[in-house]
């Protein structure tokens, strides 16, 4: 068993920031890409941030030079700081992580979400 537990969203006007957090924990023996989607209300989940195992980041252009992300494999944790933040990043954002098992499969998992809402 694998669990994402995410932390860190909010309330935040226009122009404030926040910080996302997200651990992983159970039966890893490792972590391939791990990173962030959002899911706004009507529309689809889109990628936001991603980072491969060999460290490569890939933004959504959307929030490229306004959200930063890194991880720490140590602690099996990724975080997404959100700054600039403008009421169209709205939305619910939900910790994805692609995980070899200590079973020896890999498999793609996913957090319960983090609500993060931006008033204008």
């Known amino acids: 068993q694998v669990q994402l537990v995410e932390s860190g969203g909010g309330l935040v006007q226009a122009g404030g920031s926040l910080r996302l957090s997200c651990v992983a924990s159970?039966?890893?023996?490792?972590?391939?890409?791990m990173g962030w989607y959002r899911q706004a209300p009507g529309k689809e989940r889109e990628l936001v941030a991603q980072?491969?195992?060999?460290?490569?980041?890939n933004y959504a252009d959307s929030v490229k030079g306004r959200f930063t992300s890194a991880r720490d494999d140590a602690k099996n944790t990724v975080i997404l700081q959100m700054d600039s933040l403008q009421p169209e990043d709205t939305g619910t954002y939900y910790c994805?992580?692609?995980?070899?098992?200590?079973?020896?499969?890999?498999?793609?998992?996913w957090g319960k979400g983090t609500l993060v809402t931006v008033s204008s």
């Open positions: 994805h992580a692609n995980i070899w098992t200590t079973q020896w499969y890999s498999t793609d998992y």
């Open positions: 980072i491969s195992g060999a460290g490569a980041t």
């Open positions: 159970g039966s890893i023996f490792s972590i391939n890409a």
